[in-house]
């Protein structure tokens, strides 16, 4: 009954390291996606995978690669963390790419960039 | 563009309805979506409708939607402490290739 994981739950960071935030689903979905919330601006999508070995951007994509390394799995990295990426990520997932599924969260992390 | 709006706070007493508004500028949405989104954990999907509905009733849960005014609301009756949460609204939309837009979500305190 897990859904979306996600890890870490929390996680500071220094500024220009570098880090991976890891997401797997087990609802069979197709498709992913990476928001930031923000506060007072709602949720915001970094990237997002329409199905297995696709990866498009999103809204606010810079700072930011992603890996759908396979089916389950979607995975977020920061190359060089900057203060301006503190915030809280969700990753989610639904059943196919088209808007008529919704979509699923994890929990989030939420990460600090001192 | 696209946008989805809420207004940022609403506070009730218990026991009293809770009335959430959302408006949104797409006209191709094809599903609007309530979310609920408690403290430290993920947005959790409450209710949708699909575009071409007035009306959905779920237990406590109203969702009207006005689609000529681009308007949706979530009544959620005999309002709970454990009501108090942050509510998103939110729309797919498939133009080409699908999206979900999501509002910048209401906070809801209901005052025992």
């Known amino acids: 009954n897990a859904g979306v994981t996600q890890t870490p739950k929390f996680q500071v960071l220094k500024t220009g390291q570098s880090m991976t935030l890891q997401c797997a689903q087990d609802?069979?979905?197709?498709?992913m996606y990476w928001y930031r919330q923000d506060p007072g601006m709602g949720l915001r999508l970094i990237y997002y995978?329409?199905?297995?070995?696709?990866?498009d951007k999103g809204e606010v994509p810079n700072g930011y690669n992603v890996s759908r390394l396979n089916k389950r799995e979607f995975s977020l990295r920061l190359e060089s963390a900057a203060p301006s990426q503190t915030s809280v990520y969700f990753c989610?997932?639904?059943?196919?790419?088209?808007?008529?599924?919704?979509?699923?969260f994890g929990d989030g992390t939420r990460l600090s960039i001192l | 563009g696209e946008d989805v709006e809420q207004s940022l706070f609403l506070s009730v007493r218990e026991g009293d309805s809770s009335v959430i508004n959302c408006t949104y500028t797409?006209?191709?949405?094809?599903?609007l979506y309530w979310y609920k989104q408690e403290p430290g954990a993920g947005l959790q999907l409450l209710t949708y409708?699909?575009?071409?509905?007035d009306m959905k009733q779920d237990q406590r849960l109203t969702v009207l939607l006005n689609k000529k005014d681009k308007h949706l609301s979530l009544r959620i009756a005999d309002t709970q402490t454990g009501d108090s949460a942050i509510y998103f609204c939110?729309?797919?939309?498939?133009?080409?290739?699908?999206?979900?837009?999501f509002g910048t979500g209401t906070r809801l305190k209901v005052l025992a």
């Open positions: 409708i699909f575009s071409n509905m």
């Open positions: 995978s329409a199905s297995e070995g696709t990866t």
């Open positions: 609802m069979n979905h197709n498709s």
């Open positions: 797409d006209s191709s949405s094809t599903y």
């Open positions: 939110a729309e797919s939309i498939t133009s080409g290739t699908y999206k979900y837009i």
């Open positions: 989610a997932s639904s059943e196919r790419g088209k808007g008529n599924q919704p979509q699923h």
